[in-house]
């Protein structure tokens, strides 16, 4: 079964700090996607990655980066010089055969505030 | 359209009604989803849709949800006997291939059953 946890509820920075989002992940198979979303206060769901399973390499975007463990079965997000802009709420999410790719598994989300 | 469009954003109903919310998604995108969303909560997965048929439904609750795409454009998502329950938000999505690729989603019907 797929399971996806964010134990961080809420977490709150001051301007300019770097913040880490985690995620942990559960499924049974070896192929699976993996994602991470961002829904600000106006709530439209933004897609920001999708990593295959076979790519355990880390990616980064601008202030964004992630690092992908299979071995902790972790996909966490970290955002550099956090700014007011980032403040939303962050889904981690996973789909895997089980949902033939297309149903996809959300954490609970992590609230980020940034604080001026 | 340039982006997913739902409508409406907001509805207000009784319990026991009926409901329809509207889900208009990205031109030529061939994947629909309709999942929900509860206070606090992660987006749930209800139902997907390849064209015209529902590929995957095994996310509707009940039987009192139905979701129609009938020309594989506009989806339909439908529920009968409303419950204070069903009170979330509603997010359609769409997608121009499937695999499990990034989504892009509408802002979502707030639905709040009294």
């Known amino acids: 079964a797929q399971k996806v946890t964010q134990a961080q509820t809420e977490i709150s920075v001051v301007e300019k700090e770097d913040v880490t989002l985690d995620c942990v992940y559960e499924?049974?198979?070896?192929?699976?996607?993996l994602f991470w979303y961002k829904q600000p206060p106006s709530g439209e769901l933004v897609f920001l990655i999708r990593?295959?399973?076979?790519?355990?390499q880390n990616e980064i975007s601008g202030r964004y980066s992630w690092n992908f463990q299979k071995s902790t079965s972790s996909f966490n997000f970290t955002i550099t010089a956090s700014q007011v802009v980032d403040s939303a709420v962050y889904f981690c999410?996973?789909?895997?055969?089980?949902?033939?790719?297309?149903?996809?598994?959300f954490g609970t989300g992590t609230k980020l505030q940034v604080i001026p | 359209g340039a982006g997913v469009s739902q409508t409406p954003s907001n509805k207000v109903t009784e319990k026991g009604k009926y409901v329809e919310l509207r889900c208009d998604p990205i031109?030529?995108?061939?994947?629909l989803y309709w999942y929900r969303q509860s206070l606090g909560q992660g987006p749930e997965f209800l139902i997907y849709?390849?064209?015209?048929?529902?590929?995957?439904d095994s996310g509707l609750p009940n039987d009192r949800f139905f979701a129609v795409r009938p020309e594989g454009s506009v989806s339909t998502l439908k529920i009968q006997r409303t419950e204070r329950g069903d009170s979330a938000v509603y997010l359609c999505?769409?997608?121009?291939?499937?695999?499990?690729?990034?989504?892009?989603f509408g802002s979502g019907t707030r639905l709040t059953v009294v």
């Open positions: 499924t049974r198979d070896t192929t699976y996607y």
């Open positions: 999410a996973l789909s895997d055969p089980s949902g033939g790719y297309q149903k996809v598994t």
């Open positions: 031109s030529g995108h061939t994947a």
């Open positions: 990593r295959n399973s076979f790519d355990e």
């Open positions: 999505a769409s997608s121009s291939q499937g695999q499990g690729n990034g989504y892009t």
């Open positions: 849709f390849q064209g015209t048929g529902a590929a995957d």
